[in-house]
């Protein structure tokens, strides 16, 4: 299987929750993030959280990592149409400079 | 900083043309990545250099595909001769020894 697994899609309404989810098989992970790339554009990192947390909160975002299980979340409260954009997830490795990538999820907010 | 600089933002070429894709990183980053993203694939690591120094070529396709960096300020992606298959978003990105990775805004390529 990928490296890094997340969901293509997702759908939400203007105001409610979004939470896109992220799998991983390196247990050696030292550090995972979230990165935004809108329309045409490059990508932008949003958040990053250290392997030995379990959380952490930036405004409306909220990451939750399950290290056991190698799966990371990304909440995004009180989703805007401006957070209609496509979202990775990346993990870097330890003795690695570089970051794995996810396929991203294209998230789509309903007015 | 103007963060990463990448040209052309959009190339569209025949098949069997070169073609030269270009980047600017940050100053003071020591590490330079290419990447390339398609619909299939995602997001895939090409090559990536510290300080001007190819360090891990081993997502380059092929021959066909061949990256320089001459200086700390500039970065070349050459595809020749190039093929329908290589139509993509090829992006530059940038990083300091220990910090966030800096992307630019991509060059689209479509060879015809």
């Known amino acids: 299987g990928e490296d890094v697994e997340q969901s293509l899609f997702l759908s939400v309404r203007e105001g409610d929750s979004s939470v896109i989810n992220c799998t991983y098989t390196d247990s050696s992970s030292t550090y995972l993030y979230w990165y935004k790339q809108e329309p045409g554009a490059g990508l932008q990192l949003l958040t990053y959280?250290?392997?030995?947390?379990d959380m952490k909160q930036d405004q409306r975002l909220t990451v939750l990592l399950n290290k056991k299980d190698k799966h990371l979340s990304l909440r995004i409260a009180d989703t805007q149409t401006g957070d209609s954009a496509i979202y990775f997830c990346?993990?870097?490795?330890?003795?690695?400079?570089?970051?794995?990538f996810g396929k991203g999820t294209k998230l789509s907010v309903i007015p | 900083d103007a963060g990463v600089i990448q040209s052309p933002r959009h190339e569209v070429t025949e098949m069997g043309q070169e073609v030269t894709l270009r980047c600017k990183p940050i100053s003071g980053h020591d590490y330079l990545f290419w990447y390339r993203q398609t619909m299939m694939r995602g997001l895939e690591l090409l090559i990536y250099?510290?300080?001007?120094?190819?360090?891990?070529d081993s997502g380059m396709p092929e021959d066909r595909f061949s990256a320089k960096m001459p200086n700390a300020s500039f970065s070349t992606l050459k595809i020749q001769p190039s093929e329908p298959r290589d139509s993509a978003v090829y992006f530059c990105?940038?990083?300091?020894?220990?910090?966030?990775?800096?992307f630019g805004e991509g060059s689209r390529l479509t060879v015809l």
């Open positions: 990346a993990e870097k490795r330890a003795g690695s400079y570089q970051l794995t």
């Open positions: 990105a940038s990083r300091p020894e220990s910090g966030e990775l800096f």
């Open positions: 959280i250290f392997s030995n947390m």
């Open positions: 250099f510290n300080n001007n120094v190819p360090i891990d």
